[in-house]
């Protein structure tokens, strides 16, 4: 088999005249046809609209006009996000009678503006509360043997599939880096505020994140650097002028101070998450370790202010309809709904004050190195881990390293790491707020010397 194309491939491409913009979407649409039966990525294929882009930019390219750097490429986006005219499901029942919505996302249009063509929404965990896409209502993704990981695992598995090169996910704990982890493509988790998520169903406000997913970190970049920009529409989208990191690539990581995040984020992983660690770490020749002071605090904090914010988001629902939710869903925001008070209160009071500790430590070094996951891909039947020797349950813990670095808003990209014949491994690089080109040069390093890379074809 061979790779898929990657989107600025197939851009390039449809502006040069060498391949239609609907040739590729006519491929795509049989693809998914085909492919989604098992994977059940999609939970709304957008044909029609995706046709109708595609010719609306053959026809530009013929008159010789720009069509955007992206060009022809197909995207797909969780279904938390906005799509015009289709109602939104946020992954839960009691959704599907809401009405459709008025626009698109801001993300979608600026992807869109961009040449992309969206075909479809996909799978979650309900509300995005979850880290293993196996949802009540519309099923598990992949229908194979292995966990994708959450929420965004139909967008991570439809990239790791081939079904499409660009998706775009939500991370509030992890949802972005768990998935591309457990798939095997790369997951980029952007600074607190950095995109737009006007239009996307959000989970926690004060900890969600939107970001995309792609099979190489170039077509990750790209597809970051058109998603910038301020946004009135979302209050937390600040005015800070875009940067555009995919020129920032080849710079390679010369002057980049990098180190291994240690303690905390030391234990509990297993044989082949320390291997795939040790190799990225070789291919830097780091060898700084540093302590992130706090983080299982930090983890526990998180915790408390999901499922405030979150149960507080849905507590109508929980007291009209509480049946309709999927009862794992249900009863976490039922626990949320009973927390005091004052331990939310002291949780957002210990998240400033581990917020300062950690920006401390980015004015000794660049990039960070931590696991994604403690472990790869689990079948869909296992329930628990093993963790420091002691059995866990498996959902939670697959958050152990991502929940305390989505508490601060750290941009982080989640890398692949090649090991043939096993499954993939994800390690995160991570940054200081709004240094994305940092963790997006180290990651490209790491692929230009075959250290990540996605697999040819799905391993779940």
Known sequence: MTQPPDALSIAAAVRNGEMKAATVIESTLDQIAVQNAKLNCFTTVTAERAMATAEAIDQAVAQGDSPGLLAGVPFAVKNLFDIARVTTLAGAKLEQNSPPAATDATAIARLTQAGAILVGALNMDEYAYGFVTINRHYGHTPELSRMPGGSSGGPAAAVAAGLVPLTLGSDTNGSI??????CGVYGLKPTYGRLSRAGAYLFVASLDHIGPFARSV????????????????????????????????????????????????????????????????????????????????????????????????????????????????????????????????????????????????????????????????????????????????????????????????????SVPVFQPHQLPVGIQVIAAPYQEAKALRVAAYLESQGITQAPVASPI
């Open 177 to 182: 880096r768990v998935p591309a982890a457990l």
């Open 218 to 413: 170039a077509d990750l970049a790209a597809a970051f650097d058109m998603l910038q920009g301020p946004d009135p529409r979302d209050p937390i989208c600040t005015s800070r002028s875009p940067e555009i990191t995919q020129p920032l690539l080849t710079r390679g990581i010369d002057g980049l101070k990098i180190a291994i995040a240690g303690d905390y984020f030391s234990r509990g992983m297993t044989a082949a998450v320390s291997a795939a660690l040790s190799q990225v770490v070789a291919a830097l020749g780091v060898h700084e370790t540093v302590t992130i002071p706090e983080a299982a605090r930090a983890r526990a904090a998180a915790y408390l202010i999901t499922a405030s914010e979150g149960s507080n988001l849905h507590f109508k629902r929980l007291q009209q309809q509480p049946m309709d939710f999927d009862p794992a869903t249900r009863d976490r925001f039922l626990a949320g709904a009973l927390l005091p008070a004052a331990w939310y209160i002291q949780a957002q009071r210990f998240r400033r004050w581990y917020r300062d500790r950690v920006r401390e430590l980015f004015q000794s070094v660049d990039i960070l190195l931590a696991p994604a996951v403690p472990c790869v891909a689990p079948p869909l039947e296992q329930t628990e881990l093993i963790i420091d020797g002691q059995r866990v349950p498996l959902r939670p813990n697959l958050g152990l390293y991502t929940q305390p670095l989505s508490f601060i808003g750290l941009p982080i990209v």
